[in-house]
């Protein structure tokens, strides 16, 4: 089984900045260990927005000195392209023409508003497995944790 973390920028990557980052979390992958022995890893960028890592758990668990790692060169990532991988109060949504990235106030204005509303596709970074991303990533907010933190 894969597990996964998924880090969200706090912005959509221009396509130049999402070519540089694929090619920094391909090298990270490739090199990517625990307790000296690779992982078997790989990185993806989806939609220049997340960045989702991946281990396979069945050849080897990631570590907590592994995850500091990966930690470090997500850092790196961060200050390299001026975005925030770690605001988990940055929440991105699905509107007609994609997805729509906003901070914790801005949510709170657009339900109020009702451009969000119960049926708003939302995205859960908080799965940790890879066969999860196909029906429990993108969730209506009304099945969303969202709807909890929003009451």
């Known amino acids: 089984m894969k597990r996964i973390w998924i880090y969200q920028a706090d912005r959509i990557l221009s396509a130049a900045e999402g070519e540089g980052i694929v090619t920094e979390l391909q090298a990270f992958a490739e090199q990517w260990k625990v307790h000296g022995k690779p992982l078997s890893a790989s990185a993806e960028l989806r939609d220049n927005l ?3 890592l991946k281990v396979d758990e069945e050849v080897a668990a990631a570590s907590g000195c592994s995850i500091d790692s990966s930690v470090r060169f ?3 990532i961060e200050f390299k392209y001026g975005i ?3 605001d988990r109060m940055q929440f991105a949504y699905k509107v007609d023409q994609g997805i729509a990235v906003v901070n914790r106030d801005g949510f709170e204005k657009l339900l109020a508003d ?7 596709l939302v ?3 908080t799965i940790t497995h890879e066969h999860q991303i196909e029906n429990a990533w993108v969730v209506p907010f009304h ?3 969202h709807k909890r933190l929003f009451k």
């Open 50 to 52: 997340f960045i989702i």
């Open 74 to 76: 997500l850092k790196g």
């Open 84 to 86: 925030q991988l770690f």
């Open 114 to 120: 009702g451009t969000i509303n119960d049926n708003t």
């Open 123 to 125: 995205f859960d970074n």
């Open 143 to 145: 099945q969303s944790w």
